[in-house]
């Protein structure tokens, strides 16, 4: 699923589907009681077009738009594995990362931009896991830097969310591991 349009010239000869366009579909990634009606579908998608549609979402201008704060609430941002799923026992497969969290961040994280944000389905499907207590995992992944990620589920068992995504550039790693081995 793709979440922007193109007008072909054949397109007012097309049928158009007014309730996509004016229900769910292009209204709704503006609003947040529309559009969570939308991403609350995702959760009933079998996982691997789950994982699909979430990468698209991910790459696409509905992210773009929910990390430059026009769209409000929460965002799927990943999809768990049953084993994921089995070892923060939740029943939920879908993954949310929350406006407030984003936001706090933003601010506090000045270095972990909107590409690193982007590679959270990256993190949790390839990343090291471990389980951190009953209802958190945390992920490990290297790629230009070693991200840390973190999920738990909430009390329910209902629902997941994405708390932090941190990097931390490969040459700080380096110094800070020469600088282990001195002392």
Not at 38 to 58: R, S, Y
Not at 165 to 173: A, D, S
């Amino acid at each position: 699923m793709h979440f922007s349009l193109s007008f072909h010239s054949t397109y007012k000869e097309l049928k158009r589907d007014l309730v996509w366009e004016e229900g769910v579909g292009i209204k709704a990634l503006f609003t947040v009681p529309t559009y969570k009606i939308l991403a609350d579908k995702f959760e009933t998608l079998p996982q691997g077009i789950a994982k699909k549609w979430n990468k698209e979402c991910m790459a696409g201008p509905v992210f773009q738009r929910f990390f430059d704060g026009k769209i409000k609430g929460e965002l799927p941002v990943s999809v768990l594995s049953e084993t994921e799923k089995q070892a923060l026992g939740t029943t939920a497969q879908t993954v949310w990362l929350s406006r407030t969290t984003l936001d706090e961040h933003k601010i506090r994280y000045t270095d972990i931009g909107i590409d690193d944000y982007r590679l959270i389905p990256e993190i949790i499907q390839f990343g090291e896991v471990y389980q951190q207590g009953d209802s958190r995992l945390v992920y490990l992944m290297k790629k230009n830097r070693l991200y840390r990620a973190a999920l738990k589920r909430t009390k329910d068992g209902r629902g997941n969310y994405y708390l932090t995504c941190l990097g931390q550039p490969r040459r700080k790693l380096r110094k800070r591991r020469e600088k282990n081995t001195e002392e």
